[in-house]
């Protein structure tokens, strides 16, 4: 009796940053499967699925029995983690080809996007974290999924809306730049390198836009297919600066020990591999591969320093917690 009152203090202590947990492992699962490691990815996506289930669980218990509570984490940019997680969950199913739980995760994905999104920008503020671009990453995310619906089911309507969403996300990306504080690529947390992950993820929704168009739906002309393909290299240019520069200000200002935020890390390491894998096929440029892969290892042995660290905080914590029941 006391072991499960542990547990549940415990658990309401959890941030509203741990969804970025299952976005991590999700793109990276996402990635193993692009990379030709099917296994591995399997593996990923599963355990993806199964935090994804633990946290709509715990999203819907506090909607119905904690509703100040949810109203108040709504409220933050961290919200959007739960639209983003499901459609990165999303579109690892649909690339295993489970389309009819592909397509359940997008619509579920959509109906939450504009009540959180509208929730969290009229709440953002001025000099924010890394945060304020899942804006960006959680529109993106829809694209994605969407995109890569419409190529694996052949169906024109979901890459057509994709592409609005797809412009929409960087129009987010621009406003959210206006609203980022700069010192925290020094300072910041974690969720810091979410300013690269985000152009990682529109780079991504640009390939999976591009290639939707193969297998004679006939989506673009050769004006948007230009314009697509322009957009896509300059975007993943960006992602792989912005990978440098925020990688130096590592080096230069180390941040060691675990924060629930460094899944926020994990997640744009492991998108801009996935990124720069899924540019290579979608674009033919099959030079980009390499670094994909690179860049993809660099990811997993970033999830499991940070999956390391989670268990050893959890752990303590939940000792902590017991110690102070009485236990």
Not at 154 to 174: D, I, K, M, R, S
Not at 186 to 191: F, I, N, P, V, Y
Request: aromatic share 8%; hydrophobic share 55%; glycine share 10%.
């Amino acid at each position: 009796m006391h072991g499960s009152s542990s547990l549940r203090a415990w658990w309401a202590q959890r941030p509203a940053a741990a969804g970025a947990a299952v976005m991590a492992t999700g793109i990276i699962g996402v990635g193993l499967l692009l990379a030709g490691y099917g296994t591995l990815s399997r593996i990923a996506l599963v355990l993806s699925g199964v935090a994804w289930a633990v946290l709509a669980v715990d999203f819907a218990a506090r909607l119905l029995v904690q509703r100040e509570r949810w109203r108040a984490e709504a409220s933050t940019p961290c919200a959007l983690t739960a639209v983003a997680a499901t459609a990165v969950l999303g579109t690892g199913l649909a690339d295993l080809d489970r389309p009819v739980l592909a397509e359940a995760l997008l619509a579920l994905a959509a109906l939450l996007w504009p009540v959180l999104l509208f929730d969290v920008v009229r709440h953002w503020g001025r000099r924010m974290p890394g945060a304020v671009f899942l804006c960006c990453v959680a529109t993106q995310a829809l694209a994605v999924l969407g995109a890569t619906l419409a190529r694996t089911e052949g169906v024109a309507w979901p890459a057509h809306t994709a592409l609005v969403l797809f412009w929409l996300g960087l129009v987010l990306y621009c406003v959210a730049l206006t609203r980022f504080g700069p010192r925290e690529v020094l300072e910041g947390a974690g969720d810091h390198w979410v300013t690269g992950g985000a152009l990682a993820i529109s780079a991504l929704a640009g390939s999976r836009l591009y290639a939707a168009d193969s297998g004679g739906l006939y989506l673009w002309n050769a004006d948007d297919r230009d314009v697509l393909r322009g957009m896509t290299v300059a975007l993943l240019t960006l992602s792989l600066v912005g990978y440098a520069v925020l990688l130096v200000g590592e080096v230069v200002r180390p941040r060691l020990g675990h924060d629930v935020r460094r899944w926020a890390t994990v997640f744009p390491l492991g998108m801009t591999a996935t990124a720069v894998l899924s540019v290579a096929d979608a674009l033919d440029l099959p030079g980009l591969k390499g670094l994909g892969q690179v860049l993809l290892w660099i990811a997993v042995a970033a999830w499991l320093v940070v999956a390391a660290g989670a268990v050893t905080t959890a752990r303590r914590a939940f000792g902590a917690v017991r110690g102070s029941s009485g236990e």
